[in-house]
């Protein structure tokens, strides 16, 4: 088989339009991601993506700076959006007390040793201070989730040239990216990643839930919805890819313009993920431990993770999932016995975040030895193994 015949299946919309080799992209896992992860996978030609929800705008550009220090490819950096919907919540919001999980929450400080905060911090930081840095900085790529970015910040995006993607778990989501929502036709997007429900991490969702599908049922309803016409913008397929064969089914049965890839590359030497989060997920199948799932419990906002003390006993202190505040609020309220855990691989009060396949991604990096580039490549010759080329 020929170099060209390569080049085929590794040639889609997105890689021509984002200048990269390959339509694989390491996702924006917050918390995992640093300049030497995000520059590897650019360098070996997919899209490294720094998750920088949580970031405060000041170390977002010293990241971005020493990201561009390791690699002059693309790269993305993602950002937390807002549930416009739901009205940022306030100082004294951010103060009260609620109820069974505050309760929970408390027991387990003392239990650890943890001082009771004297006051609570949002978790994420101003959007609009880190819009201001990606703009300044040029980022030629910026993801989104949880929501949609206002109409100004789109524009000012695209005034300078930034192609940006957004995340769907339902195909009403990815209808209001792409501008085929009748009650708002403006396109909030170029490209989407479809997520599915194996991905590790927070759900993107930002409608209203409804049902949730596999990544393969979502990235091809998408496909379908438009038939026989072509979905409009690029669909990029999120959640328990973990293989060649994984990327190969998506590019070639599912129709998706490319992959993206968290739990994987979490797992490669680079990464920042805490060494006893590590342990946890190469692990998980010796072990026996129980699946991931989704839960709202520790962040209030749906999310897959392992099962660990920390998840259930905040489930089982509400009656309802209700109960438990929203994301702003739940997450700076859980954050404090997170970072302790994590700092001292306290394992049943971390958050273990991850995709529902971590087993196979597991094996597939060789028990997390492989570096960032020797994963890519492993899975591009196992995709051109797919494709029978030598």
């Given at each position: 088989?020929?170099?060209?015949?390569t080049?085929k299946w590794?040639?889609?919309?997105i890689?021509?339009?984002?200048?990269?080799?390959?339509?694989?992209?390491?996702?924006?896992?917050?918390?995992?991601?640093?300049a030497d992860l995000?520059?590897?996978?650019?360098?070996a030609?997919?899209?490294?993506?720094?998750g920088?929800?949580?970031?405060?705008?000041?170390?977002?550009?010293?990241?971005i700076?020493?990201?561009r220090?390791?690699?002059?490819?693309?790269?993305?950096?993602?950002?937390?959006?807002?549930?416009?919907?739901?009205?940022k919540?306030?100082?004294?919001?951010?103060?009260?007390?609620y109820?069974?999980?505050?309760?929970?929450?408390?027991?387990?400080?003392?239990?650890?040793?943890?001082?009771?905060?004297t006051?609570?911090?949002?978790?994420?930081?101003?959007?609009?201070?880190?819009?201001?840095?990606?703009?300044?900085?040029?980022?030629?790529v910026?993801?989104?989730t949880?929501g949609?970015l206002?109409?100004?910040h789109?524009?000012?995006?695209?005034?300078?040239?930034?192609?940006?993607?957004?995340?769907?778990?339902?195909?009403?989501e990815?209808?209001?990216l792409?501008g085929l929502?009748?009650s708002?036709?403006t396109r909030?997007?170029d490209?989407?990643?479809a997520?599915?429900l194996?991905?590790?991490g927070?759900?993107?969702?930002?409608?209203?839930e409804?049902?949730?599908?596999?990544?393969?049922?979502?990235?091809?309803a998408?496909?379908?919805?438009?038939?026989?016409r072509?979905?409009p913008?690029?669909?990029?397929?999120a959640?328990g890819?973990?293989?060649g064969?994984?990327?190969?089914?998506?590019?070639?049965?599912?129709?998706?313009d490319?992959v993206?890839?968290g739990t994987l590359?979490?797992?490669?030497?680079?990464?920042?993920?805490?060494?006893?989060?590590?342990?946890?997920?190469?692990?998980a199948?010796?072990?026996k431990v129980?699946?991931t799932?989704?839960?709202?419990?520790?962040?209030?906002?749906?999310?897959?993770?392992?099962?660990n003390q920390l998840?259930?006993?905040?489930?089982?202190?509400v009656?309802?999932?209700n109960d438990?505040?929203p994301?702003?609020?739940?997450?700076?309220?859980?954050?404090?016995i997170?970072?302790y855990a994590?700092?001292?691989?306290?394992k049943e009060?971390?958050m273990?975040?991850?995709?529902?396949?971590?087993?196979?991604?597991?094996?597939?990096?060789?028990?997390?030895?492989?570096?960032a580039?020797e994963?890519?490549?492993?899975?591009i010759?196992d995709?051109?193994k797919?494709?029978?080329?030598?």
């Amino acid at each position: 088989m020929t170099i060209a015949q390569t080049i085929k299946w590794a040639t889609t919309e997105i890689t021509k339009v984002i200048h990269i080799q390959y339509p694989i992209i390491q996702a924006p896992c917050a918390g995992h991601t640093n300049a030497d992860l995000v520059a590897a996978v650019s360098n070996a030609g997919g899209l490294g993506s720094l998750g920088a929800g949580m970031m405060p705008a000041p170390e977002l550009r010293e990241m971005i700076r020493e990201i561009r220090k390791r690699t002059s490819k693309p790269f993305a950096v993602n950002l937390f959006c807002r549930d416009r919907a739901r009205p940022k919540p306030s100082y004294t919001d951010l103060q009260r007390h609620y109820g069974s999980t505050d309760d929970v929450l408390n027991e387990i400080r003392s239990e650890l040793n943890i001082p009771i905060p004297t006051e609570y911090q949002p978790r994420s930081p101003p959007l609009e201070d880190q819009v201001n840095v990606l703009l300044e900085e040029r980022i030629p790529v910026v993801s989104f989730t949880f929501g949609l970015l206002s109409d100004s910040h789109l524009q000012r995006f695209w005034s300078v040239g930034t192609y940006l993607i957004g995340t769907a778990t339902t195909v009403e989501e990815a209808f209001v990216l792409a501008g085929l929502n009748h009650s708002d036709p403006t396109r909030k997007a170029d490209a989407i990643v479809a997520q599915g429900l194996e991905a590790g991490g927070h759900r993107g969702s930002f409608l209203k839930e409804s049902q949730q599908a596999s990544v393969k049922e979502l990235v091809m309803a998408i496909a379908n919805s438009v038939q026989p016409r072509k979905f409009p913008i690029p669909v990029l397929a999120a959640g328990g890819i973990s293989s060649g064969l994984d990327i190969y089914s998506a590019l070639h049965d599912w129709k998706a313009d490319g992959v993206a890839i968290g739990t994987l590359f979490i797992l490669a030497t680079e990464s920042s993920t805490p060494k006893a989060h590590k342990e946890y997920l190469l692990e998980a199948s010796k072990n026996k431990v129980e699946e991931t799932k989704i839960t709202t419990a520790i962040t209030g906002k749906s999310v897959r993770s392992y099962p660990n003390q920390l998840m259930k006993r905040l489930e089982h202190a509400v009656v309802d999932t209700n109960d438990i505040p929203p994301y702003d609020i739940q997450s700076a309220k859980t954050r404090d016995i997170a970072v302790y855990a994590t700092q001292h691989g306290i394992k049943e009060y971390m958050m273990l975040l991850s995709g529902a396949n971590a087993p196979a991604a597991a094996e597939y990096s060789q028990n997390g030895t492989l570096s960032a580039a020797e994963i890519l490549n492993k899975l591009i010759l196992d995709v051109n193994k797919q494709y029978d080329i030598q």
